[in-house]
């Protein structure tokens, strides 16, 4: 099962995560990423990679178990 990572201090606030995938990633009040599931089915594994390219610095990433 695909595990979700995000460095929140590399983060910038962008949003292309939560846009791409809003199941997954939203941004909080401080302008920096929340993971809302850390655990993803497999079957949302394109969506949440596609979130992750989507990243302008990098921040996120996908782990197998
Ligand atoms: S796309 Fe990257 S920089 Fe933008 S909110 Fe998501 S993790 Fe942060």
């Given at each position: 099962m695909p595990w979700v990572k995000a460095d929140r201090d590399l983060?910038?606030?962008?949003g292309n995560c939560a846009m791409t995938d809003p199941d997954v990633f939203d941004v909080d009040g401080d302008g920096t990423v929340l993971v809302l599931r850390e655990s993803v089915p497999e079957a949302d594994r394109s969506r949440v990679e596609a979130a992750v390219r989507s990243c302008p610095v990098s921040a996120l990433s996908v782990q197998d178990e």
């Open positions: 983060c910038k606030g962008y």
